[in-house]
């Protein structure tokens, strides 16, 4: 998959910007704080309908302004897509594909996209949301329609937990709650299929990953992922994992339903002393282990880089696999500047082949030599094309004409129901 134009209104710092991008590397430079990052985070979002950056949508909305619009042109061979997503402070968001009106949750059917970030330190050595955000993402990447299903799993998190806290308020205990097992058997069908499907994900990345962090570190050392789930005992959100050996390996969805509402059972004086869910996939961590040790806590500071690229690089390779797009675009945002030399040339060597690289750096010197190519310079959210083409943003092969798209102060359409 290409991207060829990104078009973007009042999202972040920018009113209005429009960049041309190429097939092979392409090279954003300016210095801190000047926009660079906020155009990689808007492709972003088209893909995996979230940021890497904060979890809610309304800070990528322009101070003052009630709504963002991301645009982009993708090219997937011959086919091109013309993507389009409403950023709302409050409400809905609301999307277009080809000028139509479609479901947001369409959005990652068409934009593949793989991004390296300072922040994926976080994803070894930040707390467990951390890990579980990068595995969802993925997840909906790789399945688009699991973007419903973790939603609607939210969404039903949401209502159970503030009927505990109201049974809470009002001293309610035990039986006196009929209502909550409404919402205890929404809850096990929703999270038993996102476990199922972490677990699968976890054991589809275990040899990629294993062949990127050698790679990238030069060394093996033996990198594994497994989940520890809520649902086997314990609270992994808190750092506790009573699985035992013989339960270590991957569910059934049938068990795995057996699993939670067992638990959720088990669980239901504390919940109601606490006025929390304390049994689901929201309560699960992926453990992630190098030498048959914790990251977290023992792997060196090397050693967690090469983990948390080599999570991304094996993420890239699962969906270059599976899609029949092509490559995700990898986009490597101020990465290099937290690199060593050595760990530099091997991931600029190991991304260099993808069909679409975007490179973002402070400092130019910083990005090597193989990715240096198609140079854009980022000035306070002025935009400086180095090899600038006459680039129209509509696709001309999709029936899609001018009126389709909406100008700088027209709102994208009403989504269609689900």
Sequence with gaps: MIVEHLSLVDFRNYATAELSLHPGPNVLVGRNGQGKTNLAEAIVFLATLGSHRVSADAPMVRDGHEFAIIRARLSHGERKVLAEVQLNRQGSNKARINGSPSKTADLPRYAHVVLFAPED?????????????????????????????????????????????????????????????????????????????????????????????????????????????SVRGGDPEEGEDAASAEESSALTATRGAELFRAALQAKRTQELDRGLTLVGPHRDDLILRVRDLPVKGYASHGESWSVALALRLASAELLRDESPAGDPVLILDDVFAELDSDRRQRLASLTAGYEQVLVTAAVEEDIPAVLHAHVVRIVAGTITDERATS????????????????????????????
Excluded: C, N
């Design 121 to 229: 330190l976080q994803i070894v050595r930040g707390d467990p949301s951390a890990r579980r955000r990068f595995a969802d993402q993925l997840l909906i990447q790789r399945t688009p329609r699991m973007a419903a299903v973790l939603g609607d799993y939210d969404r039903v998190l949401r209502q159970r937990t503030a009927l505990l806290k109201s049974a809470r308020a009002r001293g309610i205990r035990g039986e006196g709650l009929a209502t909550l097992d409404v919402w205890d058997d929404k809850l096990v069908a929703l999270g038993s299929e996102i476990i199922a499907a972490r677990q699968r994900l976890a054991a589809d990345l275990q040899e990629p990953v294993a062949a990127a962090y050698a790679a990238i570190a030069g060394e093996d050392h033996r990198p594994q992922l497994e989940w520890a789930l």
């Design 391 to 418: 680039v129209t943003p509509i696709p001309a092969d999709t029936g899609a004409t001018a009126s389709a798209v909406p100008t700088a102060t027209t709102e994208i359409g009403e989504e269609p129901d689900a």
